[in-house]
């Protein structure tokens, strides 16, 4: 089913990927502008691009506008054969995507985690699709890479899930993913946390091109966090997304799961606003919506209802003071602000960046900050992907060595 990538990345040379890897991210470029970004000589560039035709994946795309004389021929990645699978796995869906090697999605198909989704289970949905694709849209497509962005912990290293929470259906403990996904796919398969591919997509594709660090915070559940700095991914030792979520933003606060008093996710997430909203109304204040509500009612009742609004202002108070430690400490020029709750309630958003706007924060470049990405749904399942195509054209050796 999947092309050997072995075949067609690990034998080119380094500079044949570093030529692959400049037509892929800004091409279609003419010889003359290759030149220019890569420094190599007219000869040299020739010779590294032969390889990447022969193998069809360079082609000779367009013609460029002439400044006198014969137009020049333009180059860029062939973006009709290879294509790159992504998949989200998350506890309470499953987004699969495949992209083109200029990562633009061509099907894209999602699917709910039941109590029978099952490591097995979520590896055929995922041949289905590569099954559909080649049934209904890319006859003679080649799936050269895939990627999965999930929930850690994990052993990245490994390709392996190791003790991930919350998953509906048995079976989710020390699952080889990768490995079960290699060999039905035939192609190597990368794995990372979710908040890492979709920050990946956004800075390398998305509205963080240009930005050197930039960071993806998912609001949900919990607060999950992706951050890509200098060109590179942060990774801790066991690849947990919710590092930021456990953040003391109240040092004599509420006891987490985890142990610590006053974590942010006790304040900002999406479950705090429900149990703080809960517990409000037990001591009694006032409400049109009950203790248990749900944290979309409070949220969407936040416009009429005090107690609602407050819960909701409250949150995204919490919110600011863990971002405003992490943009002193990081100076990011984006911080992408994504997730259910970002979402659902305009008012948390907009309190945060009000906030964060008001804090004269002290380096130079200010922090822009923006809702949902470029990518929208589609961030962590286009990462993954992209992961997948840094891993093997190896250029980008922050990322691909981490
Ligand atoms: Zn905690």
Not at 66 to 78: E, T, W
Not at 285 to 302: H, V
Not at 324 to 330: A, F, R, V
Not at 383 to 401: F, K, M, Q, Y
Request: proline residues 3%; positive net charge.
């Amino acid at each position: 089913m999947g092309a050997n990538v072995t075949d067609l990345f690990s034998s080119l040379e380094p500079q044949e990927r570093r030529v692959f890897w400049v037509l892929q991210k800004q091409g279609p470029l003419s010889k003359n502008q290759l030149q220019q970004i890569t420094g190599f000589k007219l000869t040299t560039l020739n010779r590294f691009l032969r390889p990447l035709e022969e193998k069809s994946l360079v082609i000779r795309s367009q013609f460029g506008k002439s400044s006198g004389g014969r137009k020049p021929a333009l180059y860029d990645v062939n973006d009709r054969t290879y294509y790159i699978l992504g998949a989200d796995i998350s506890r309470i869906y499953m987004k699969v995507v495949v992209t083109n090697l200029k990562m633009q999605v061509v099907l894209s198909r999602h699917f709910d985690m039941e109590e029978t989704s099952t490591p097995e289970w979520t590896v055929k949905k995922i041949t289905e699709v590569v099954k559909e694709l080649l049934l209904t849209k890319v006859i003679d497509a080649k799936i050269l890479l895939a990627g999965v962005g999930t929930v850690g912990p994990m052993d990245k290293p490994r390709g392996m899930l190791t003790s991930p929470r919350y998953f509906k259906a048995p079976g989710w403990h020390n699952v080889p993913i990768s490995m079960l996904l290699e060999s039905t796919l035939g192609c190597h398969v990368a794995l990372d946390n979710g908040a890492n591919t979709a920050v990946l997509a956004e800075s390398l594709y998305g509205i963080g091109c240009g930005h050197d660090r930039v960071l993806y915070v998912n609001c949900g559940m919990g607060i999950r966090m992706g951050t890509f700095f200098d060109g590179a991914l942060i990774h801790t030792a066991e690849n947990e997304e919710d590092t930021f979520g456990h953040m003391v933003v109240n040092a004599d606060g509420i006891r987490c799961a985890c142990g610590k008093r006053g974590c942010l996710d006790c304040y900002a997430s999406a479950r705090a606003i429900a149990e703080n909203f809960k517990r409000h109304r037990e001591a009694g204040e006032g409400s049109t919506l009950p203790a248990n509500a749900p944290w979309r009612d409070i949220c969407m009742a936040a416009t009429d209802d005090h107690l609602a609004k407050e819960m909701i202002l409250r949150a995204a108070f919490y919110l600011n003071v863990g971002l405003s430690n992490l943009i002193g400490l990081l100076e990011p020029g984006l911080v992408i602000l994504s997730g259910p709750l970002i979402q659902i309630s305009t008012l948390y958003y907009q309190t945060v960046v009000k906030q964060a706007n008001l804090l004269n924060y002290s380096h130079k470049n200010k922090t822009n900050f923006h809702r949902g990405g470029n990518f929208k749904g589609d961030a962590i399942a286009v990462g993954a992907a992209a992961l997948a195509l840094e891993e093997a054209i190896g250029v980008n050796t922050a990322i691909s060595h981490v």
